[in-house]
């Protein structure tokens, strides 16, 4: 189907990762909980404290905000460690529907596409190497990158401007509330993926994957600004 994708010159794509490129709410979940049982600490509503979040603000939100820079690192390295542990085997099965082929295509045609995430630097190398798109991107802007994560729009605003496009001639897949949240504060269009949220009432579409029949037309019918 992606041989009908039309992007009218001048616009770019800026991915987030987790929930767009790859599912992984489910195994980031219970990394934590693994993590914080063998701390002894109550895991309750981790789901929803982490969900958008960069470490060191879920970090902060379970143990305080008296840690070292040291001791955030460290928690969070440590529970990453294990998140990649447990999706290394299921990583090309919990791949986001049509996410590989789209991003492919969007590459062919000389679309600039960037990730934009949250995530930590070694997840993002991880990913993107395990689903064969780390060619497709011109430019990646992780959660080390910007001194304000998301819902702060630093980070879509970073890789617009790597990618040298205004923010508002950017399309932006996202799917965690403050990541919708940054997208329109870039001032961004705002594609919605409900893997995570039943809906998206900020997103100018909303879908379940890069399958949907509404993606092509809805991005063929965008003009840049």
Known sequence: ?????????????????????????VLHTRAWELYLSRLGIDSQGIMSRMLGKRNDQIVHDIFGTGLTA???FRHGADKERLYREMMAPVLRAQLVPGVVEFAQAAHALG?????????EPL????????????????????GHQVAKPKPDPE?????????????????VFEDSPGGMQAAKAAGAHLVGLLTTLQEAP???LAVPDFLDERLLPWISALAPR
Do not use: K, W
């Open 111 to 119: 679309v600039p596409c960037a990730v934009a995430t949250n995530a």
């Open 202 to 204: 900020l997103a100018g």
């Open 70 to 72: 040291e001791e955030v």
């Open 1 to 25: 189907m992606f041989e009908n994708l039309h992007v009218a010159p001048g616009l770019a794509f800026l991915f987030d990762m987790d929930g767009v490129i790859v599912e992984s709410t």
């Open 123 to 142: 997840n993002v190398e991880f990913v993107l190497e395990g689903a064969g798109l780390a060619g497709c991107f011109q430019a990646i802007v992780d």
């Open 155 to 171: 980070v879509y605003l970073t890789a617009a401007g790597r990618l040298g496009v205004n923010p508002e001639n950017c399309v």
